[in-house]
């Protein structure tokens, strides 16, 4: 017969850390190429700055940083993470993963290291994976962390997401609990709105180029941005997701009421508050809204209003926080936490 690992019972989250790009873009510093002005911005999304890359930052630099906060909070050592899961857009080559080289940065020898490209809903797939992974026996500390730098993706002249944009990587230190700690989580896709939010000038048009220029060696092709559909997002988030939060609270047994945070992707500021009317969250329930001084940073978005909501809120250690990410697929995910 095959000796299978120990399962554990439950997981939990011990830690969180936060890196941000240390470049304050104001609203009015990016108004000019969208033809809009600082109020146009702060009304549709809450905006008032976002955090961006300064010039030599990447994405696996505040994955580092993010992640040795983490650890430390939680009061292990690097070499004894078993398992390091990176949700990111946004890593510079298609291979080798960010993961891989965020665990020789931390000094985790051995661990296990792989990406998720599951775009604003990553962290809520790596915290799912985790708490797996976890439970059966397969690791017992593992980082979930999102880390992505957006500005390198950007159209100036976009006014459909682009200016929304900002840089950093949140990780959560995840390891076994004698009680439960994350829910079953609620993950899915609707593949039918692949096209929603994507990227320009991609490898497909290239090969495109190639095939009707007369010399195929030198076709060209911008560099490729993020966009989206605005409105058909919208819609989206707001009504489908609404929906998706209220069955994770539902299979996590627990009540809107019973709530003492709501962490949602952080896409814009009225996605948030008409989802917040959805869900009818009583007046005691804190909503996380990094995005007004850091913007939307995709799977970072998530454990980085965390940690600030962890900073501003200290008391609210230890209560349960629904977080839902959504976003680019379309993809989403939820589950509800207890709060390190």
């Known amino acids: 017969m095959l000796k299978t690992p120990e399962p554990t019972t439950f997981s939990r989250i ?127 500390y593992v980082l979930a962390i999102g880390a992505e730098k957006l500005s390198e993706w950007i159209d100036p002249t976009d006014r459909s997401i682009s200016f929304l944009l900002g840089d950093g990587a949140g990780a959560a230190l995840i390891g076994p609990s004698d009680t439960p700690g994350i829910s079953k989580s609620i993950l899915g896709s609707d593949g039918s709105a692949w096209d929603k939010i994507y990227m320009t000038n991609t490898l497909f048009e290239y090969r495109d180029a190639k095939n009707t220029t007369s010399d195929s060696d030198t076709a060209e092709i911008n560099w490729p941005t993020i966009r989206q559909e605005g409105q058909a997002v919208f819609r989206w988030a707001v009504w489908e997701m609404a929906k998706v939060a209220k069955e994770a609270l539902e299979i996590a047994g627990v009540k809107p009421e019973e709530l003492s945070a709501f962490i949602p992707h952080q896409a814009n500021m009225r996605i948030i508050d008409e989802f917040a009317k959805q869900l009818k969250l009583p007046s005691n329930v804190v909503i996380a809204k990094d995005i007004e001084t850091t913007g939307n940073t995709s799977a970072a978005s998530i454990p980085l209003a965390t940690h600030r909501l962890l900073e501003e809120h200290p008391e609210l250690s230890g209560g349960l926080a629904l977080q839902i990410g959504f976003g680019a697929g379309l993809v989403y995910g939820a589950q509800v936490v207890v709060l390190p």
């Open 14 to 140: 011990l830690s969180v850390g936060a890196s941000r790009g240390s470049k304050a873009v104001t609203n009015d510093d990016i108004a000019g190429p969208i033809d809009s002005s600082d109020e146009w911005i702060r009304q549709r999304t809450g905006l008032i700055t976002r955090a961006r890359a300064a010039e030599g930052e990447e994405a696996v630099d505040f994955a580092t940083a993010a992640s040795l906060e983490a650890i430390e909070k939680a009061g292990i050592s690097p070499d004894q993470i078993d398992a390091i899961i990176v949700a990111t857009i946004s890593n510079p080559v298609p291979t080798p993963s960010l993961s891989t080289l965020l665990s020789a940065r931390i000094g985790a020898v051995g661990a296990a290291a792989y990406d998720i490209s599951a775009a604003c809903a990553g962290y809520t797939y790596a915290v799912a994976q985790a708490d797996a992974l976890i439970r059966a026996g397969l690791a017992k």
